[in-house]
């Protein structure tokens, strides 16, 4: 049942979503004035009327709806990139992450969610700015019982003596190669995130230094195109998401 103070995602008949705090007080929209208190013990799946009739629809928010909708600073990390981070390196429930770059938490918030209640994300962000707006991000979410973030600089140490994971979204990844090493439990995965080639090359010129630390690399581009279905034809969308950033995967031996 729906309770005061959770967030529901609302659906109008547009397939708008709103993104609201459930309090007994009335919500806005374009579409009329809705009371949110209505909401309260109801189950998911409810829906209620604005003063004007139009329907909308209460959902139980995922975490694509609350990164959707929570504050941005820097780019995120898009869902087709850590998805694929999840899944090659095997992030399960119970696992321990180190992050860098949070920037907006976008990514954190997927690593939490992965983890789960039972396993912990510490993330490192330099900036003060990000590390305020990925704390209330990560708060939005409800991860704050797995999240901790640190407003430090990765490239100077980890504070933490052992790690299942280390993922990175970083300029220069290869100065944390050092620290990952002492860190990184044997069969763990290293995941640099970099946008651009030049990064990548010069990762892989660091990377000489380590030889016999690391299986042999694994470098991967995610390119998502939606197709247009209709009763006549189906055809590729002619706009789609495509080079965001390469993915660099290192496990360790």
Same mark, same amino acid.
């Given at each position: ?119 912990? !994300? ?15 991000? !990560? ?8 999240? !901790? ?105």
């Amino acid at each position: 049942m729906i309770s005061a103070g959770e967030r529901v995602l609302l659906v109008d008949p547009r397939g708008k979503r709103y993104l609201v705090k459930v309090e007994d007080k009335e919500f806005h929209t374009d579409l009329g004035i809705l009371n949110l208190g209505e909401l309260i013990g109801k189950p998911y799946g409810t829906k209620i009327k604005s003063h004007r009739g139009e329907t909308f629809t209460a959902l139980k928010p995922d975490i694509n709806d609350i990164i959707a909708k929570m504050k941005r600073g820097p780019q995120i990390v898009h869902p087709k990139d850590a998805g694929i981070i999840i899944a090659y390196a095997g992030i399960s429930p119970g696992d321990t992450v180190i992050e860098a770059g949070a920037g907006s938490g976008a990514l954190t918030i997927f690593l939490a969610n992965a983890v789960g209640s039972s396993g912990k !994300v510490i993330s490192y962000e330099v900036r003060k700015d990000f590390y305020e707006i990925a704390q209330k991000n !990560v708060e939005l979410a409800g991860f704050s019982d797995r999240v !901790v973030l640190k407003n430090k600089s990765i490239y100077n140490g980890i504070d933490e003596e052992e790690a299942d994971h280390i993922v990175l979204d970083l300029p220069q990844p290869e100065n944390v190669l050092p620290h990952a090493v002492d860190v990184l439990k044997p069969g763990g995965y290293f995941v640099a995130y970099t946008p651009c080639m030049n990064q990548v090359h010069r990762f892989f010129r660091a990377l000489e230094e380590f030889r016999g630390e690391f299986m042999k690399p694994r470098v991967v581009e995610v390119l998502v195109r939606e197709q247009e279905v209709k009763r006549e034809c189906m055809r590729p969308k002619t706009t789609m998401l495509s080079h965001t950033g390469y993915i660099t995967f290192l496990r360790k031996l």
